[in-house]
C-alpha cells in the first residue's frame, strides 16, 4: 500500500525544523547551561544577554538555542552563513542594526560555523560588538580559541554545549512521535528498541536522529490506523545492523570478556573482530579504551611497560577524535596487546598485598623509616637508623621496610617473558645482596 502524502507545503520542512524548540523548557540537554538557576538561563531570563560564541559538536542545539534566545528576548535576528556571506553582505546588515538602535530596538545576529569566516570578515563585525549596535552570537564546532580572532573572542563569552547522551536523544524521539507537528497527527508504532538503535547509531547528533526517524516514518508501513516503522526499514536506512549487543545487558559483558580473553590469549583476529562488534552496536569507545588500559596492567604489565603508554595514548586518541575515526587507534592498540608478552605478576602482587592490607590494617609503620619533622618525633626514634640508599656504593641497604609481622612476605613475583626476564635478574640480585648483608 502506497503511503499518503503528509508531507507537503509547510511538511516540506526537515523535521528537525518542524519541531525546533521555541522556549528554553522545550530544549532536551544543555541543563549545565540552561537548567534551573544556570548562568546562561539568568542571562536570557533577566534580558542581559552578552555577545557569545556556542561551542560544540553537531547536532546539539547550537541554532536552536540562538533562535530560543531571540525569541525570549524579542529581539531582531538575522541569520548569518559562514559560507554565503562576504564582508559587504556584513557591512549592510550591520549598518541597518545600528539604525535600529535609534529605535530602541536590538538585533541579534547568529553567525553559523563562524570558524569558517576569514580574519577580514570576522573583523568587519567587531566595531559593532565593540559599540553594542548588535548581539552576536557564534556557532562552531571548532575550538574558538584557534579559529576565531581574538580581539573578537575576547569580547564574546563561550558556553560549551555537551554532545547529547542517548536518553536525551530518546525522549527526543519519543517526543516528536507524540508531536501533532511532525506526523500530522498520524500514529506511528515504532519499537523502544528500535529508537535506541537510532540514538545509538545518530552518536549524540539530535538533527541527525530526527533526520533519521523522519526518513523511517516515510518508508514505514501505512495503513488506516496509522504507519508501522519495523526493524529492518530502520536497518536499511542506516546501512546498519542491528547487532546484538544491549550496554547494559548480559551481551554487554559477554563481549567485553571475549576481547579481554582473546587479548589474553594472543589472538588479534579475535580481538579486532569482538572490538568491531562493539563499537559497530554503539558501545562508547572510551569505555573500551579504560578496558585495554586495564588490560595493559592486569595481563602485561612489566613484561612490556610499553603497553600502558599505548593504551593511555589510545584512550587520548579517542577522547580527541571520537567515533569513528577513533576506531583505528582502538584497533592498533587491541592488537598491540594481542602480540605482547604477557604477565600477571602484578595484578597478582597487588592481590596478595590487598588481601594483607585488609586482615591486618593495623601493623605500625617500621620506626626506622618513618619521618621525623619534630623533636618529640626524634626523642620516640622516628627514623633512627634509617639508610639512604642514594649514598651507598650497590644503591642498596639492608633496612627492613615492612612491618614485622609480614617482613618475610613476598608478593611481587616476575613473570619469564618480555622486559620481566631482566627485572626477574634484577630481583634476584636485589635479594642475593640483601640475604648477604642480612646481619651486617
Excluded at 118 to 136: H, M, R, T, W
Excluded at 262 to 271: L, Q
Excluded at 298 to 323: F, T
Aim: proline share 4%.
Amino acid at each position: 500500500m502506497q503511503q499518503p502524502s503528509l508531507f507537503r507545503n509547510e511538511m516540506n520542512e526537515p523535521l528537525a525544523a518542524r519541531l525546533r524548540p521555541e522556549t528554553l523548557d522545550d530544549i532536551i540537554g544543555q541543563e549545565h547551561l540552561i537548567g534551573e538557576g544556570k548562568v546562561l538561563r539568568r542571562m536570557i531570563e533577566n534580558d542581559r544577554i552578552p555577545s557569545m560564541i556556542f561551542w560544540g559538536p553537531p547536532g546539539v542545539g547550537k541554532t536552536t538555542l540562538a533562535y530560543v534566545i531571540a525569541n525570549c528576548t524579542k529581539a531582531s535576528f538575522i541569520n548569518f552563513s559562514a559560507v554565503t556571506s562576504g564582508i559587504k553582505e556584513i557591512k549592510e546588515v550591520m549598518k541597518k542594526a545600528e539604525d535600529a538602535t535609534a529605535f530602541g530596538n536590538r538585533t541579534i545576529v547568529f553567525v553559523d560555523e563562524i570558524h569558517r569566516f576569514n580574519k577580514a570578515q570576522q573583523d568587519a563585525f567587531l566595531p559593532f560588538v565593540e559599540k553594542g549596535s548588535i548581539v552576536l552570537i557564534g556557532a562552531t564546532t571548532e575550538n574558538p580559541s584557534f579559529e576565531v580572532n581574538g580581539a573578537l573572542l575576547s569580547r564574546c563569552k563561550v558556553f560549551v554545549l555537551k554532545q547529547l547522551n542517548e536518553q536525551q536523544i530518546v525522549s527526543l524521539l519519543k517526543r516528536a512521535i507524540q508531536d501533532p507537528r511532525a506526523f500530522q497527527g498520524q500514529q506511528i508504532a515504532i519499537a523502544e528498541e528500535d529508537l535506541y538503535f537510532i540514538a545509538g547509531f545518530c552518536n549524540g547528533d539530535a538533527r541527525m536522529a530526527l533526520s533519521t526517524l523522519e526518513m523511517a516514518v516515510l518508508n514505514g508501513d501505512a495503513d488506516e490506523k496509522g504507519i508501522t516503522v519495523g526493524k529492518q526499514i530502520i536497518e536499511d536506512i542506516t546501512s546498519k545492523k542491528s547487532f546484538l549487543y544491549d550496554k547494559k545487558g548480559e551481551e554487554h559483558y559477554n563481549i567485553i570478556s571475549a576481547l579481554h580473553k582473546s587479548m589474553r590469549n594472543s589472538d588479534p583476529d579475535a580481538a579486532v573482530y569482538w572490538l568491531a562488534r562493539m563499537l559497530e552496536a554503539g558501545e562508547d569507545p572510551l569505555y573500551v579504551a579504560r578496558r585495554v588500559i586495564r588490560f595493559a596492567s592486569e595481563d602485561i604489565g612489566l613484561a612490556d611497560p610499553q603497553a600502558l603508554r599505548l593504551a593511555v595514548a589510545a584512550y587520548d586518541a579517542c577522547h580527541y577524535i571520537g567515533m569513528p575515526e577513533c576506531t583505528v587507534n582502538l584497533a592498533e592498540a587491541v592488537i598491540y596487546m594481542s602480540m605482547a608478552p604477557k604477565s600477571n605478576a602484578t595484578y597478582v602482587a597487588y592481590e596478595k598485598a590487598k588481601t594483607d592490607a585488609i586482615g591486618m590494617l593495623n601493623e605500625p609503620v617500621p620506626l626506622v623509616i618513618r619521618n621525623a619533622p619534630t623533636k618529640l618525633m626524634k626523642d620516640l626514634d622516628y627514623g633512627k637508623g634509617y639508610q639512604y640508599a642514594h649514598d651507598t656504593e650497590e644503591k642498596l641497604t639492608n633496612m627492613q621496610c615492612l612491618p614485622d609481622s609480614l617482613k618475610d612476605r613476598e608478593y611481587y613475583s616476575p613473570g619469564n617473558h618480555g622486559v620481566e626476564t631482566r627485572i626477574a635478574e634484577r630481583l634476584k640480585q636485589i635479594k642475593d645482596w640483601k640475604k648477604e648483608h642480612q646481619d651486617k
